[in-house]
């Protein structure tokens, strides 16, 4: 599995029911795929949104989100580099 990002924005910004509803959609197509979702970010103005993921690959997200018709504009493959990380000799 790879850490995947997903980057997505909002002229308008992201309604709270937009957001459950492109949520339960996405964590529904990408565990058909094995993956799942970890966490997000929001802007404050909810008009910018990323997240990340564990999934077989970007396409796999790109996917989910295609099915669930929320927008994306961009997925890619990253490398966790955190405090925890450092600690832990990482």
Do not use: Q
């Not at 339960?24 to 990323?50: F, M, P, Q, V």
């Amino acid at each position: 599995m790879e850490h995947i990002i997903a980057e997505s924005t909002f002229d308008k910004g992201l309604s709270e029911e937009e957001e459950n509803r492109g949520a339960k959609e996405i964590d529904t197509n990408l565990e058909k795929a094995g993956g799942h979702w970890l966490r997000s970010y929001y802007s404050k103005d909810r008009k910018r949104i990323i997240c990340e993921f564990e999934a077989p690959d970007a396409e796999a997200v790109k996917s989910a989100y295609s099915a669930a018709g929320f927008p994306l504009d961009n997925a890619w493959p990253a490398e966790v580099y955190a405090g925890e990380t450092l600690k832990a000799g990482g």
